[in-house]
Each structure stands twice: as structure tokens, then as C-alpha cells.
């Protein structure tokens, strides 16, 4: 959160506002330590609202939206170190453009839209699970949503802050998280190569595979 402070810093005083929202399942008592220093409001979205709205698969994102209400600017992984984003926010705040959009070279995988509706289903299934310490069937339910929607990293976040509890300290472990991706997406593909079938009830190998 400090590079995003440093932002808000050199702009609050031309008409600049940052609300930050934690797209986080496991409540505001695990987004406080992050706070620390800011000054900036932030809100929790425990039910990855914002993300579904705008089909985010990750965190951070920004989202410029002027004294009107227009949305002048949307980035899918925004990040404060990477210049040529920063740059477009001053733009914006300076009215220098009316409107940035980024090249999107990233590909992704393709969901159906009853895939994604599943994924979301269980997801929320498993986030309430969670919330009543059951963590067994919280990570069965985040398990197939993760397969039905493998690019969403938010919720693949999830499971590991119920899985791996111990590398989401105040200090978060990137080089871990993105090793275990690396893995998990490993595995996923070996489970899709052996047919794979994913739907309402869960996804299972068939025994004749």
C-alpha cells in the first residue's frame, strides 16, 4: 500500500479521491495490517462483488472515474510501479486525455458463461463454509470453482489463505504464491488432459479414463 499512498499523496489536492476496496473473503481483520500508513478509505468486498462486475481475474485493478461518473480508465492488474499506469492517472487528473485504454495482450483461457456462473456459485459457497470454520468443504467448493475458472486469481487467493494460512502475514510471500501457481497450474492441466468434468456437483475424473 505504500506506493499507492505515494499516488494519492501527489494528488489529493487536485480534486483526487482513492477508494481502495479489499477484494478479500476473509474479512477486514486480515486487511488491517495492510493499512498501516494510509490514509487514504478502504472498503472490504468479501464477496468479490467488484471483481465479477468487471470480470477481474486479479488484484490490484484501477478504475478512474471522473467528477461525473464516467469511467475513464479500467486496468486489470494496475500497478503503481509500472510508470506507464501511473502516467495515465496523472493524465486523467490533469485532463490532459479524456479517456486511456491499454493494449490487453494477455490471453486467457475460455469460459462458457455457465462455467463462470458455476465458478461464482461455488465460490460463494466455499467463502460460506469458511466463515463456519469448515474448512474442508470451504476448499472442496474453491477447489472446482478454481478449475471451472482457473485465470481467477481471486479466488484462487482464497484457498491458499485457508490452505497456507502461515504466508499471508503482514508481509505476503509473492515469491511463494507464485511458485504454488506455477504447480497448481501444472496439475490442472494434467487433470484436463485425463478428461476432467466439472458441473454442478463437482469435478471428478470418470473412472473409465
Given at each position: 500500500?505504500?506506493?499507492?499512498?505515494?499516488?494519492?499523496?501527489?494528488?489529493?489536492?487536485?480534486?483526487?479521491e482513492?477508494?481502495?476496496?479489499?477484494?478479500?473473503?476473509?474479512g477486514?481483520?486480515?486487511?488491517?495490517?495492510?493499512?498501516?500508513?494510509?490514509?487514504?478509505?478502504?472498503?472490504?468486498?468479501?464477496?468479490?462483488?467488484l471483481?465479477?462486475?468487471?470480470n477481474?481475474?486479479?488484484?490490484?485493478?484501477?478504475?478512474?472515474?471522473?467528477?461525473?461518473?464516467?469511467?475513464?480508465?479500467?486496468?486489470?492488474?494496475?500497478?503503481?510501479?509500472?510508470?506507464?499506469?501511473?502516467?495515465?492517472?496523472?493524465?486523467?487528473?490533469?485532463?490532459?486525455?479524456?479517456k486511456?485504454?491499454?493494449?490487453?495482450?494477455?490471453?486467457?483461457?475460455?469460459?462458457?458463461?455457465?462455467?463462470?456462473?458455476?465458478?461464482?456459485?461455488?465460490?460463494?459457497?466455499?467463502?460460506?463454509?469458511?466463515k463456519?470454520?469448515?474448512?474442508?468443504e470451504?476448499?472442496?467448493?474453491l477447489?472446482?470453482?478454481?478449475?471451472?475458472?482457473?485465470?481467477?486469481?481471486t479466488?484462487?487467493?482464497?484457498?491458499?489463505?485457508?490452505?497456507?494460512?502461515?504466508?499471508?502475514?503482514?508481509?505476503i510471500?509473492?515469491?511463494?504464491?507464485?511458485?504454488?501457481?506455477n504447480?497448481?497450474?501444472?496439475?490442472?492441466?494434467?487433470?484436463?488432459?485425463q478428461?476432467?468434468?466439472?458441473g454442478?456437483?463437482g469435478?471428478?475424473?470418470?473412472?473409465?479414463?
Open positions: 500500500m505504500p506506493g499507492w499512498q505515494k499516488v494519492y499523496d501527489q494528488n489529493k489536492d487536485k480534486n483526487f482513492i477508494l481502495s476496496v479489499a477484494v478479500d473473503g476473509q477486514s481483520e486480515v486487511v488491517k495490517p495492510h493499512l498501516e500508513g494510509t490514509t487514504f478509505t478502504t472498503v472490504v468486498d468479501e464477496n468479490n462483488t471483481v465479477n462486475m468487471f477481474f481475474k486479479m488484484v490490484p485493478n484501477g478504475i478512474f472515474i471522473d467528477e461525473e461518473g464516467t469511467i475513464r480508465l479500467i486496468k486489470e492488474g494496475f500497478s503503481v510501479d509500472n510508470y506507464e499506469h501511473v502516467e495515465a492517472v496523472e493524465q486523467l487528473i490533469n485532463k490532459e486525455v479524456e486511456v485504454e491499454f493494449d490487453e495482450g494477455q490471453t486467457r483461457n475460455e469460459q462458457t458463461d455457465l462455467q463462470l456462473q458455476l465458478a461464482q456459485t461455488k465460490f460463494k459457497l466455499g467463502m460460506e463454509y469458511a463456519q470454520n469448515r474448512d474442508e470451504a476448499l472442496k467448493e477447489d472446482d470453482a478454481i478449475l471451472l475458472d482457473p485465470d481467477n486469481f479466488i484462487r487467493k482464497q484457498r491458499w489463505y485457508i490452505r497456507y494460512p502461515e504466508k499471508f502475514g503482514q508481509d510471500d509473492f515469491d511463494w504464491q507464485k511458485e504454488q501457481l504447480k497448481e497450474l501444472k496439475k490442472e492441466e494434467q487433470q484436463r488432459n478428461g476432467l468434468v466439472c454442478p456437483d469435478c471428478f475424473i470418470p473412472q473409465d479414463k
